[in-house]
């Protein structure tokens, strides 16, 4: 992957593809919107892009893509799939009706969106997935809200790393325990809800942090974000909030500032349940 006008960063994943540190998600965006969205971001500078069936918006997001000037060999697709699909063979199914909707040829990385575990059968949507990656399907694949229990689950039945696993992380919802064990097994941890759904961005280590750098609160989250080690795919559908969560990597949170956003957490809301949420 070359670089993009932002410059952002890539890491390589355990399973050997490249992928941006920061991204756009496009929950909860509909076809429409995703398609305008999209093609901003792709000009701001953005090259991955965040979806999943459930979103409702993949054929959007394809649209955006297909009118792109870049290569898709330039752009780093994700979708997730759902529970319908926990089955060997059912992930190849989801994987189809996703490039039919998307109009692609590959994609760059497919999730598990859910464990969804009283369903039980995530190991074998997961061998369906590693089964994808053998055959080039796709580039990457990993899960989304998984437990350290469960992904050690999956890498003991089947001997392959997940590239990812998505968690909702932001200052509201510290998951520190959770990146060390993504780290110790070589898996990325992406942030979705990495603003805290808005809430956190008046609290007052932000705004602190955001006047002593020159920043936006938002800025400020994501970079607290990636200092942590959490790759943070946020959501956006106006060109100018798109373009400044982009622009993250020219400064940097001092320890203090850092341990005084940490100090958020717990102050929010409860964060979804992987073990009873899912779909």
Known sequence: MSENPAAVPVKKLANGAEIPMIGLGTWPMDDTEAGAAVLHAIEAGYRLIDTAENYRNEEGVGQAIARSPLARSELFVTTKLNAEWHSFDGVRTAWRH????????????????????????????????????????????????????????????????????????????????????????????????????????????????????????????????????????????RPDRQASNLDVFSFELDEAQMAAIDGLDGTGPAPADPMTFGH
Request: net charge negative; hydrophobic share 40%.
């Open 98 to 237: 996703s490039i039919e909707r998307l109009g692609l040829d590959y994609i760059d990385l497919l999730l598990i969106h859910w464990p969804n575990p009283a369903q039980g059968t995530y190991v074998d949507a997961y061998k369906g997935l590693a089964k994808l990656l053998s055959k080039g399907k796709v580039r990457a694949i990993g899960t989304s809200n998984f437990t350290q229990d469960q992904l050690t689950e999956l890498i003991d039945a089947t001997g392959v790393v997940p590239d990812v696993n998505q968690i909702q992380h932001s200052p509201l919802w510290m998951r520190a325990d959770d990146i060390a064990f993504h780290e110790k097994h070589g898996i990325l941890t992406q942030a979705w809800s990495p603003l805290g759904r808005g809430a956190v961005l008046e609290a007052e280590p932000v705004t602190a942090a955001a006047t002593a750098h020159s920043v936006t609160p938002a800025q400020v989250v994501l970079r607290w974000n990636l200092q942590h080690g959490a790759s943070p795919i946020p959501k956006s559908t």
